[in-house]
């Protein structure tokens, strides 16, 4: 784990809903190469936008110096990298740390970051793929496109609230991309059809992979259709929570559980004799029935 201090060196707006930062560091950033690959980000703790309280490496983790304030943290996807550079893309909404710092941003602000971690991971016999994202994951999709193969046939899928949040994707051969309106916090998402119809029940599995990211509630009935009525094993998806509607409320009810709630979920990964995936079924199966 390394830190590492990136100061503001350009902002660019994107479209109605989307800004770019983009980040001048130190030293070359040390990418993982995977489309998807994220970092946490470390805000400023007070009003000077130039003052963040960097935490320091504690073997694969980090720790807040003793004494020194905690910087808020927030997961966001590294949308570029370049020689001493990287480009970080946020969506802009009301309220949310990172969403009113990136609204106020301008050269020579700074933010902490960590090393990156990449979740993508097809199969080596990957022939066909479906990439699907709400707004959020745009940032990841662009990267993801950039890198398909040309013999590797890719379907994406991308929900937006209007056509003032559409970006200009990357060109490549064998991509077909489809815009959806709804979701992303204004309405029913449309991600769950969309998956089914992309893999409906009657599509072999042979050389294909699914990689769909987008808000948790929706996401956990996509990852039960893929995983149970499609029977994919782990290597063949990826599914990719960025975002809890009413976020800060749910991490609020969350920190708040009764100890005993907290205990029970604890206890589900530390079961490590049984698989990650049949651990995960069962730690969304007790959010939902805390009612989170």
């Known amino acids: 784990m390394r830190i590492f201090r990136g100061e503001v060196s350009a902002v660019n ?3 109605a809903t989307m800004i770019r930062v983009t980040l001048a560091l130190t030293e070359d950033f040390p990418t993982t190469g ?24 504690h073997g694969d983790y980090w720790r807040t110096p003793e004494g020194a304030p905690e910087a ?17 893309d946020f969506v802009v909404h009301d309220g949310g740390i990172a969403a009113r710092w ?34 959020t994951g745009l940032p990841a999709m662009a990267r993801l496109i950039t890198g398909v193969p040309d013999d590797v046939t890719t379907k994406v ?6 056509d003032d949040s ?39 599995l042979d050389g294909g ?36 509607p009413n976020g800060e409320a749910w991490a609020e009810r969350f920190r708040t559980l009764p100890a005993d709630d907290q205990r029970r979920l604890d206890a589900i990964w530390e079961d490590t004799a049984r698989d990650e995936e049949d651990l995960r079924d069962d730690y969304e199966a007790e959010l939902e029935r805390l009612g989170l």
């Open 157 to 162: 899928i991308a929900e937006i609230p209007g």
């Open 13 to 15: 707006r994107l479209s």
């Open 209 to 244: 992979y699914v990689w769909v990211s987008g808000a948790t509630d929706t996401l956990r009935a996509v990852r039960r259709y893929l995983r149970k009525e499609r029977g994919l094993p782990a290597a063949r998806y990826k599914v990719i929570g960025y975002w809890t």
């Open 102 to 135: 990136a609204l106020g941003a301008r050269p020579g602000d700074v933010l902490g970051l960590n090393s990156p971690t990449g979740l993508y991971d097809p199969p080596a016999d990957l022939r066909w793929q479906v990439l699907v994202c709400d707004l």
């Open 34 to 57: 995977v489309g998807d690959e994220y970092v946490r980000l470390f805000f400023p703790h007070g009003a000077d936008r130039r003052e963040v309280s960097l935490p320091e490496p």
């Open 72 to 88: 808020p943290m927030r997961t966001y996807t590294v949308r570029a990298v370049r020689p001493r550079e990287l480009d970080v």
């Open 166 to 204: 559409r970006l200009d994707l990357p060109e490549r051969p064998n991509v077909e991309v489809t815009w959806l309106r709804g979701g992303n916090g204004t309405g029913p998402s449309r991600l769950g059809e969309a998956v089914r119809a992309a893999v409906p029940p009657s599509r072999p």
